[in-house]
T-cell receptor, first 111, second 114 residues
Framework: SQQGEEDPQALSIQEGENATMNCSYK?????LQWYRQNSGRGLVHLIL?????REKHSGRLRVTLDTSKKSSSLLITASRAADTASYFC???????????FGRGTSLIVHP | KAGVTQTPRYLIKTRGQQVTLSCSPI?????VSWYQQTPGQGLQFLFE???????NKGNFPGRFSGRQFSNSRSEMNVSTLELGDSALYLC?????????????FGPGTRLTVT
């Protein structure tokens, strides 16, 4: 079963705009990761945020985690056409080393 | 370092046949996980191997099996293929740090069952 659920399922924006994707999960987690997948390819790890962290930045990416609401958001600032991809959140919980992936948000950035 | 490699990249098989997919992890990574990705079910975990032992297993039938060699390379096998096995099969290797770890994915093997 999927632990994380991304919202929205699809997002279409213009180049230069910001893109925000959300991830909600149901049980307590140790950490949450975001991955990007270009069409039909492998996933690329973007950022990991631990349960005791509230915000992390990496370049144009900003991730927040609210454990009280069991939710996370990924913000991509000043988006580019090359950001067009699917974005997945993956939660790590309990004694399991295996992250559980959501179904992803499909982002299209129009040039 | 070279990334995770998967072979073959594309494969077409007939129902009832069997298939073996190969994955070479990043040098030094001892954990290899396999995932099945389909439009309907999303990314589903198949199994994970660590130091030649299956450490974790997802909820897939016994037709799906795997193994890991002493050099950490891994193979997965699907016997008696069904149409529903058509999917992108992704392999990921990782270097454990703490409770969970970042996974480095290969480009995937696109399997089509006809």
């Amino acid at each position: 079963s999927q632990q994380g659920e991304e919202d929205p399922q699809a997002l279409s924006i213009q180049e230069g705009e910001n893109a925000t994707m959300n991830c909600s999960y149901k049980t307590s987690i140790n950490n949450l990761q975001w991955y990007r997948q270009n069409s039909g390819r492998g996933l690329v790890h973007l950022i990991l945020i631990r349960s005791n962290e509230r915000e992390k930045h990496s370049g144009r990416l900003r991730v927040t985690l609210d454990t009280s609401k069991k939710s996370s958001s990924l913000l991509i600032t000043a988006s580019r056409a090359a950001d067009t991809a699917s974005y997945f959140c993956a939660t790590g919980a309990g004694g399991s080393y295996i992250p559980t992936f959501g179904r992803g948000t499909s982002l299209i950035v129009h040039p | 370092k070279a990334g995770v490699t998967q072979t073959p990249r594309y494969l077409i098989k007939t129902r009832g046949q069997q298939v073996t997919l190969s994955c070479s992890p990043i040098s030094g990574h001892r954990s290899v996980s396999w995932y099945q990705q389909t439009p309907g079910q999303g990314l589903q975990f198949l199994f994970e191997y660590f130091s030649e032992t299956q450490r974790n297993k997802g909820n897939f039938p016994g037709r799906f099996s795997g193994r890991q060699f002493s050099n950490s390379r891994s193979e997965m096998n699907v016997s008696t293929l069904e149409l529903g096995d058509s999917a992108l099969y992704l392999c990921a290797s990782s270097l454990e740090t703490g409770y969970s770890y970042e996974q480095y994915f290969g480009p995937g093997t696109r399997l089509t069952v006809t």
